[in-house]
């Protein structure tokens, strides 16, 4: 064997010829994407539409505009056929515009109000729930919508079943449903019925009623004070030595018994404690009150006040009760006038913290009903 010929085969280059690399396979090129700009944009959501229902996917026509609907079912009917490259074009294009979205925002006021469900305040959420209705500031129904439901009962109650019937088609759902639910059962199933038949009434008659209701509602005599005159009584009795208290109670109780009860759901007091602060609230009140009052009235050891301390004390930790028992031990026992300004302070206390919303009260079973 020649030496080229050795060269050649153990892979060695022969004098005289140069090395060529090997030829690379040039990549496959991609098919051209077929042309789509013969298509509308409806029929081209018409084809994402169709591929999605042949995959089971179950698409939610409902949640489109009608006038949508109506396109994307005439653009679904005239299509007829198209071929592979084509419908792969168009899901192609869809796939890329998908992923260049970055966010996405409700369609509508009703749906942002969806989103921030819990983050608005009440008062806010329902001025927006009466702009999403189609009215603005100067509407009078989002007057009617803001108002409260005691007022908005009083019309329902006083006025014609027309007017009523009116009332409940212009408010929200939620409004109109709470208002039925808390109006006489009777006059409820009125009202009801005669929403049916408020479909004849003509556009310039609910704006008549919508404006003088608001008017109305506008007309209120100016208050000279806030709240309610039973929970004003209430108050200044809850700062009230305990036997003037319940003669006062008994006074009013003779003289005008619905308002004695009034004023007596606004009375809260040392003894209340148990039954109106939930026991995984104790050691918050615990922390707020003074401890020196807890124990002059454990040395009080009255019979009065050893339900609400015995709350107490099963529920704060062991340490800190057999330490307030310990100690009030060693005291001599309070005067009944020192006792009940102990026991004054830590109810104020209670109050005070579920007024600024440290901590909620239960509520009394006649308010629950």
Known sequence: MSGSNIALATG????GISAQPPTARPAPQPKPRARTDHLTGT???AIIVRVLLAEGVDFPFGAIPSQDQTEMTRALASLRLIDRPTMCAVVEEFVEMLEQVGLSFPDSLEEALKLLDGKLDAQATKQLRALARGG????????I???DDAELLRILQQESTVVGAVVLSKLSTEKAAGLLAALPGDLAQVLALAVART????????ARIGAALAEQLRDKPARAFATPSTRRVGEILNSTAAGLRDELLQGLERSDAAFATGVRKAIFTFQDIPARVNPRDVASVVRAVAEDDLRLILAAQDPGCTPTME???SNMSKRLAEGLREDAATLPRPTAKALDAA???VAGAVRAMADAGTITLIKHEEEED
């Open 43 to 45: 029929q081209k959501a």
């Open 199 to 206: 479909e004849t009434i003509a556009p310039d008659a609910v």
């Open 145 to 147: 919508e803001l108002a």
């Open 136 to 143: 603005d500031g100067a509407d009078p129904w989002t007057d």
């Open 311 to 313: 709350f107490l004390l």
């Open 12 to 15: 060695g280059v022969a004098p």
């Open 343 to 345: 026991q004054s302070r």
